[in-house]
């Protein structure tokens, strides 16, 4: 009889076996689906409309945690811009009296200042953008620019915010209203343009090399002394402006000053910043896409 047990044993171990290798040559046969980010063509643009309300997602969790659990709220976007304005407006306009096109110094310093903080702003949070979003990089996939992209967007409110003052201070001084004042959403396409493709290029190449969040606010820095935020562009000699027209954001804050104040019209800036912005976007979207594959390998 205890022969007789082991051999039914052996054989319904034997049997278990079988189907257990059937089972696994059966979940082998199924088809495996490897999710990939699209090639570098008009399809990445078309997935990133796909995936609009992601991003819309994005932008609102980031306006509900920058302002939550503060006293003054929203205000903080027009209070820092306007206390630089109005420190610097008496240091530079009144003591060094720097010359600014026949403009009062104040309003002409802070149409500089309103650009050049959404810029900064938007760029040092989208470079941060993806290396902050390590876990969700890594286990679900979604185009990754819309990360950089929620960010610009995001500041997109806090320049709405500061221009309702740049608005107050066109009133106080009397600022002619001309035809001109129509470039001024050409210009500031321009700027988000321009501002989301330095934000999706640095937040591409922090996840490979992380020594751009070390560099980054020392370019900040350095790059506000050399845009003409403080001072007009007519003030740098003509021999050294093309060391300014390397940067793009000079040309596009010039080109704002120029449609607002109804100073004149130079034509050829115009045709730099839309070229500029256009060059500048298509190489940043072309390295962020490349680098995109190994995002979830080097995050």
Do not use: H
Request: aromatic residues 14%; contains cysteine.
């Amino acid at each position: 009889m205890s022969i007789e047990i082991k051999e039914l044993e052996n054989q319904a171990n034997q049997a278990n076996q079988a189907n257990l290798q059937t089972a696994n040559s059966q979940q082998c046969k199924k088809p495996t689906f490897i999710i990939e980010p699209k090639k570098v063509s008009f399809a990445y643009l078309l997935e990133l409309w796909s995936y609009r309300e992601l991003c819309y997602f994005f932008v609102w969790r980031d306006l509900k945690v920058r302002y939550r659990q503060t006293l003054l709220g929203a205000s903080w976007a027009i209070l820092q811009p306007l206390i630089t304005m109005l420190i610097l407006s008496y240091v530079l306009g009144k003591l060094a009296k720097m010359p600014s096109n026949n403009v009062p110094y104040p309003i002409f310093f802070y149409s500089g200042l309103v650009l050049w903080t959404f810029f900064s702003n938007s760029v040092t949070n989208a470079s941060t953008s993806l290396t902050m979003e390590r876990n969700l990089i890594t286990k679900v996939y979604f185009p990754r620019m819309l990360l950089s992209i929620s960010k610009v967007i995001t500041n997109l409110v806090d320049l709405a915010l500061t221009s309702i003052l740049l608005v107050i201070l066109a009133i106080i001084f009397k600022v002619p209203i001309s035809w001109k004042l129509l470039l001024i959403p050409p210009v500031i396409v321009c700027l988000i343009v321009f501002t989301n493709s330095m934000g999706m290029l640095l937040a591409a190449l922090n996840v490979i090399y992380r020594d751009v969040r070390y560099a980054l606010p020392f370019v900040i820095q350095v790059l506000f002394f050399v845009t003409p935020i403080m001072f007009p562009l007519s003030l740098v000699p003509a021999e050294q402006r093309w060391l300014i027209a390397l940067n793009p954001l000079a040309a596009i804050i010039e080109l704002f000053r120029l449609s607002l104040f109804n100073i004149y019209l130079d034509i050829k800036l115009l045709i730099y910043c839309i070229g500029a912005t256009t060059i500048t976007f298509i190489i940043s979207s072309y390295i962020f896409i490349k680098l995109e594959k190994v995002f979830a390998e080097k995050i």
